[in-house]
């Protein structure tokens, strides 16, 4: 066992290495290596199919057939103690479309911590709901909503009981700019003034921007990580997507040398 | 993890309340699931108009059969939604026991067949003179633990459905061999003697017996006790089996 009360702010939020997935017979990740930095933004790019979401699920511990070592706020990933640690918001609005979203929220804070008292649940529910600026829509059927606010639902759900580590498999996803900078803004007020740590995927380019930290993957493998200028600067590109393809043409580059030399 | 596997009551009745009140909003689907039973027994009651003993047997047997095969439907297409939906993934990641959700789930359905079979069975006794001779709270026990039945066999199957389409499908392979061989049509003694045979292994045939037991005897048979044991065993059987067909880890 570690020892917490001495090493709290070193030990990253998550710790992965040789970490590897299977689906069918196929790897998804394979053995990848990578910290995640507690109290900080930490975004996971790269394109669909690369393997995000799948990684994701490992460290909620929702993914079956995972190999390697992979730590959560210094447990075993998918340990009983890390569900009520953890929030998580799948790719797809994961809440009840024929209950309203006071409703969808009520229910899943009875689940987390069923021994709270109504008046403090209610004040979470309420303290959320302001968080995704939905309280105007409270009492809506959360299948009647437009996309983008059911996604904000699922994103409330997960924002319930403070978690410590935040895991958001493409939050931002047919948002308008505007509502994307209001969310952004709420990312960042979670990791700077509640100290939660946020481990959000994105396909869009320009999101990495706006990360502390970045993981770029490719075809189930991590091809660099750290802060988005240390990246540019590190490729002599301008933007982060100039710097993702280069790393990209740098790695199939090295596989063709390789290829060749053996 | 031995947490896992006891129930935690609250969680369970915030289950169970959720689900009741994701039906609320769907009046109609309450509508269907409460008036139809009633309206196949008036149906049934003048469809047997001349001979009123044949209706007695078979309006026994179907206020055992209905909730059985309503809950069936609910339960299959409810969880299988929850499945697709993402919501069983997130409150598997959630402190949530997987039988808290399951009983979450016979609770709320349990409750929905207690009304249905009260109306059904109130329905049939004081106004269509079915002729019961034991105690039409009986009739009640038995159609509970019908429902029961038909939750458990919905939950289990709906693992095995990828699409709304195929759990319906479900119903005629799950529920159709049962309805025929359960004595509904004929006495079971009076099939050939391999189809008796499975009879004897299917569980709706014990919920059906249960029911023309109440329907001859006016105390409880032993005969009445190891059907209503049977029917109950199984249900408990099949919502465990179906608890272990919901993971945490999914592929």
């Known amino acids: ?20 997935v299977v689906r069918g017979s196929r790897p998804v990740l394979r053995g990848l290596g990578f910290t995640v930095p507690r109290g900080r933004i930490t975004g996971l790019l790269g394109p669909s199919g690369c393997g995000k979401s799948t990684l994701m699920r490992a460290v909620v511990g929702t993914q079956a057939k995972v190999t390697g070592t992979l730590d959560v706020l210094g447990r075993p990933a998918g340990h009983p103690s890390l569900r009520t640690r953890i929030g998580y918001v799948t790719q797809a609005p994961s ?13 899943f804070a009875a689940i987390l911590d069923p021994g709270k008292a109504g008046a403090d649940r209610r004040h979470d529910v309420e303290r959320v709901l302001a968080d995704v600026d939905l309280t105007g ?7 009647t909503l437009s996309g983008g ?15 410590e580590l935040l895991v958001l498999d493409e939050p931002t996803v047919g948002l308008d700019p505007v509502l994307r900078r209001d969310l952004w803004q709420l990312f960042h007020s979670l990791a700077e003034d509640r100290g939660a740590t946020l481990l959000v995927s994105s ?37 982060v997507e100039t710097a993702f393809l280069r790393l990209v043409d740098e790695a199939a580059a090295a596989a063709r040398t390789e290829e060749s030399t053996r | 993890m031995t947490a896992a596997g006891a129930l935690s009551l609250p969680r369970t009745t915030a289950t169970a309340a959720r689900v009741l009140r994701q039906l609320r909003h769907d009046p109609r689907t309450i509508a269907l699931m409460l008036l139809v039973p009633c309206v196949m027994l008036f149906l049934l009651r003048y469809v047997f108009d001349a001979s009123a003993r044949t209706f007695d047997t078979i309006g026994a047997s179907l206020l055992g059969i209905f909730p059985l095969i309503t809950m069936f439907l609910v339960t299959s297409i409810a969880t299988l939604r929850e499945r697709t ?3 069983l993934e997130r409150l598997l990641a959630m402190p949530l026991g997987k039988g808290d959700l399951i009983a979450g789930y016979a609770l709320a359905f349990g409750a929905v067949a207690v009304v ?53 499908q479900f ?63 199984c249900a408990l059987l099949v919502l465990i089996v179906g608890a272990a067909t919901l993971k945490r880890r999914t592929a």
């Open chain 2, 116 to 168: 249905q079979s009260a109306l059904a069975t109130g329905l049939a006794v004081w106004f269509l003179d079915l002729d019961v001779i034991g105690s039409p709270w009986l009739l009640l026990l038995v159609a509970l633990l019908d429902a029961l039945l038909g939750t458990a066999l919905g939950l289990f199957v709906s693992a095995f459905a990828a699409s709304e389409f195929q759990a319906v």
């Open chain 2, 171 to 233: 119903m005629p392979a799950v529920i159709f061999p049962q309805l025929l061989l359960c004595g509904l049509f004929t006495p079971r003694d009076a099939m050939h003697p391999v189809l008796e045979a499975i009879s004897d292994a299917l569980p709706m045939s014990y919920a059906v017996d249960a029911m023309n037991e109440v329907l001859r005897h006016a105390d409880l048979t032993t005969a009445f006790v190891r059907d209503i044991t049977v029917v109950a065993g």
């Open chain 1, 203 to 239: 396909h869009v380019m320009d999101e990495a921007e706006r990360c502390h930290r970045l993981l770029l993957m490719r075809a189930g493998e991590v091809l660099a990580e750290g802060a988005p200028e240390a990246l540019r600067t590190r490729t002599g590109a301008d933007t």
């Open chain 1, 1 to 20: 066992m570690m020892n917490y009360s001495s090493r709290p702010p070193e030990e990253p939020a998550v710790h992965a290495q040789d970490l590897t």
């Open chain 1, 95 to 107: 809440v009840y479309g024929d209950l309203t979203v006071r409703q969808n929220l009520d229910y």
């Open chain 1, 137 to 143: 829509h409270a009492d809506s059927l959360a299948g």
């Open chain 1, 149 to 163: 606010q059911r996604s904000r639902v699922s994103l409330a759900v997960a924002l319930l009981g403070t978690p």
């Open chain 2, 85 to 87: 939906s993402g919501t």
